[in-house]
């Protein structure tokens, strides 16, 4: 699929800045649902949120050991040790 591979190639920075953007969107989604009390669009925020959480998780990984980087928000991989920097 060209979609992924293009996920595939995006810089760690660029994933970790997507998912925060996209988890304040579905965020402020919510916050709008809320004020209108509709559930359709609670519910349509809440898939944006997994989604979005399903997308970190699989693309926020070391390029060398394909260890997942959690929060570890550094330069170095907690599982290989090696520089992550695409
Ligand atoms: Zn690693």
Redesign the pocket.
Known sequence: MKLLKALKNLKLETVLVLYIIIFAAAFVLILIAAFFKSLVIIIFALLLMLADLVFFLVFYR?P????FLGRSGGKY?P????W?NK
């Not at 060398?64 to 260890?67: F, R, Y």
């Not at 599982?79 to 090696?82: A, I, L, Q």
Request: hydrophobic share 10%; glycine share 28%.
């Open positions: 070391c060398h050991c394909g260890g991989c599982h290989c040790g090696n992550v």
